[in-house]
């Protein structure tokens, strides 16, 4: 009988423990790159395969991808792709890039200059894709548009503006028989930021503490 009631308490802290960690997610910025200068380089993206932009950056946070905000013009984009990496760079490209996520989700966030034309952010919402990711993982975010909403701009910044060091600008455009992703010489990088759904601190002090209870039990 005393077996059976240490295994019931440790059951019962395994299964605490699991039901606080799902509770007490939290999400939080991961990787972020908007200077606080007007864009200086804005890349039109279409959807016909002819021509595509990405960026590249560097997970540091361990977790599950929740959004994805990027800055463009008004036409607002279709769908936002996560996309996978070697080397660093986008596999891919004209002849199909390897897709791991990808969210037709988007809401403003904010609209600086309707006027001319320019300067929306966009959050795209990754949630319901499960993408876990990992501290180190290099991927990549490429703007898709389509025919409603016409080219998309994705805004970047010249060289002139220190660049995300977690990453590049990468293109392709079969006009100019580059293929597979390229590195985006006219913009160091485009603007983007991430966000990563994580445990709280205070979840792994509470598995802790359910290891010690199981420990102190068991002596």
Known sequence: MKIVGKLNVVALAIVSAVGASTAHAQVVLD???????????????FSDGTTGVAQTFTVGQTGMLESVEIHGNLNTPAELRILQTSGGVPIGG????????????????????????????YRFDFSAAGLTVNVGDILA??????????????FGH???????????????NTNESVDNWSTFLEASDFDFRTYVTVPEPATAALLGLGGLAMFRRRV
């Open 31 to 45: 990787q972020e790159f908007f200077p606080d200068l007007f864009p200086e380089f804005g890349q039109p993206v």
């Open 94 to 121: 004209a002849s199909g890039s390897v897709v791991l996520a990808s969210s037709t989700s988007a809401t403003i966030v904010s609209e600086g200059w309707p006027d001319l034309g320019a300067d929306r952010v």
């Open 141 to 154: 975010v490429q703007s898709i548009g389509n025919a409603t909403s016409g080219p998309i701009h994705m």
């Open 158 to 172: 010249l060289e002139s503006v220190a660049s995300y060091v977690g990453g590049d600008a990468f293109y392709f």
